[in-house]
């Protein structure tokens, strides 16, 4: 399974961006889908996730109540919505596929890997 994130770009703090993530050739439908980013010279970090039937969603507490992390199935596509940003949100942020659903906010729980989508929130 390959990812493709797409969505991120340049935002002044409290403004909002959605990031898309959308699989290629499979669906995430047996996936749970997480959200990570990564600024330079850090570790990648787990920002978001949800389970594989969406019912349940999981957050690092940074964001919680700013950002809702969603999957349309019928679409194919898992996306983070990113509300009130904040300058530390900035960094490139990679979306995941889990296949057990296990350790959802593990980074190596999750086999797949997008490419990655730079978001920049400026103060």
């Known amino acids: 399974v390959q990812l493709q994130a797409s969505g991120g770009g340049s935002v002044r703090a409290g403004g909002s961006l959605r990031l898309s993530c959308i699989p290629s050739?499979?669906?995430?439908?047996?996936?749970?889908a997480g959200w990570f980013r990564q600024e330079p010279g850090k570790e990648r970090e787990f920002v978001a996730a949800?389970?594989?039937?969406?019912?349940?969603?999981y957050y690092v507490d940074s964001v919680k109540g700013r950002f809702t992390v969603s999957r349309d199935d019928p679409k194919n596509t898992v996306y983070l919505q990113m509300d009130s940003l904040k300058p530390e949100d900035s960094g490139v942020h990679y979306c995941?596929?889990?296949?057990?659903?296990?350790?959802?906010?593990?980074?190596?729980?999750?086999?797949?890997w997008g490419q990655g989508t730079l978001v920049t929130v400026s103060s």
């Open positions: 995941a596929a889990n296949p057990t659903g296990w350790g959802i906010k593990a980074i190596q729980r999750y086999d797949y």
């Open positions: 050739p499979r669906t995430l439908t047996q996936y749970a």
């Open positions: 949800i389970s594989r039937n969406g019912d349940n969603t």
